[in-house]
T-cell receptor, first 109, second 116 residues
Framework: GIQVEQSPPDLILQEGANSTLRCNFS?????LQWFHQNPWGQLINLFY???GTKQNGRLSATTVATERYSLLYISSSQTTDSGVYFC???????????FGTGTRLQVFP | GAGVSQSPRYKVAKRGQDVALRCDPI?????LFWYQQALGQGPEFLTY????????KSGLPSDRFFAERPEGSVSTLKIQRTQQEDSAVYLC??????????????FGPGTRLTVL
């Protein structure tokens, strides 16, 4: 099955800093989603982005499907950005999502 | 509109008890998924329904786990004779179930199961 790797595993930032999170995957995908899991455990949809570039406020994401990676950019980070960021992918022969191990982000004031 | 809801939010069971976890998907969503998330890990797939049909149950860890969606809407995940290793957060997700952007999955808040 598809392997999903995320880096870095942990990230500590001061408020206002920018960061880039990476997701590598091992095969072609027809679904790629970025989630933020808040401290209460809720998975919040950030982007549906199997290819291309999208932006939503301070967040943006780019997926280069031919090179099998995706990047999540967080600009001007805030303490409320703290939590775990997951990348999850789905392949053409299955509808399930396969999650990476996540990047734990801590933003300090 | 309403998102995916799950109940109960927390469940404590004694080892050997049976438990039932409920998921209400987003109205009109054809596809429904169950995932299990152990502490410090990413969610892992358990099973998938398209309407009332269970199309993939390859992730269910043992025959003590059973899921149903009899009318193609609400789903129940049942765990029989719970064991300590079943302690985890159980997440439900739904999607429109169509091609392209319509297969984006939306998650509920989860049920945290603790088996003593």
């Amino acid at each position: 099955g598809i392997q999903v790797e995320q880096s870095p595993p942990d990230l500590i930032l001061q408020e206002g800093a920018n960061s880039t999170l990476r997701c590598n995957f091992s095969d072609s995908v027809n679904n790629l989603q970025w989630f933020h899991q808040n401290p209460w455990g809720q998975l919040i949809n950030l982007f549906y982005i199997p290819s291309g570039t999208k932006q939503n406020g301070r967040l943006s994401a780019t997926t280069v499907a031919t090179e099998r990676y995706s990047l999540l950019y967080i600009s001007s980070s805030q303490t409320t950005d703290s939590g775990v960021y997951f990348c999850a992918v789905g392949s053409y022969n299955t509808d399930k999502l396969i999650f990476g191990t996540g990047t734990r982000l801590q933003v300090f004031p | 509109g309403a998102g995916v809801s799950q109940s109960p939010r927390y469940k404590v069971a004694k080892r050997g008890q049976d438990v039932a976890l409920r998921c209400d998907p987003i109205s009109g969503h054809v596809s429904l998924f169950w995932y299990q998330q152990a502490l410090g890990q990413g969610p892992e797939f358990l099973t998938y329904f398209q309407n009332e049909a269970q199309l993939d149950k390859s992730g269910l860890p043992s025959d003590r786990f059973f899921a149903e969606r009899p009318e193609g809407s609400v789903s129940t995940l049942k765990i029989q004779r719970t064991q300590q290793e079943d302690s985890a957060v159980y997440l439900c997700a739904s999607s429109l179930g169509l091609a392209g952007a319509y297969n984006e999955q939306f998650f509920g808040p989860g049920t945290r199961l603790t088996v003593l």
